[in-house]
């Protein structure tokens, strides 16, 4: 069931081809939509710490 949260999930902020987070998080019991929603964060942040190391100042900014 994680595998497939998490596989959904690569695309809530295309409005043209899924579900928004909003209604993705009904399809799913709480705890593996917050596990989701969890590795997805932690993703993203560490791809915005990596860019800020390859000297993109506005990474964090940009990840907010």
Do not use: H
Request: aromatic letters at 8%.
């Amino acid at each position: 069931m994680l595998c497939e949260a998490k596989s959904t999930s690569d695309v809530w902020d295309d409005k043209e081809k899924d579900k928004p987070r909003e209604e993705w998080i009904k399809d799913y019991c709480a705890q593996i939509a917050l596990l989701t929603t969890q590795i997805v964060w932690t993703e993203d942040v560490n791809r915005a710490f990596e860019e800020l190391s390859s000297g993109a100042e506005s990474a964090m900014k940009e990840c907010n």
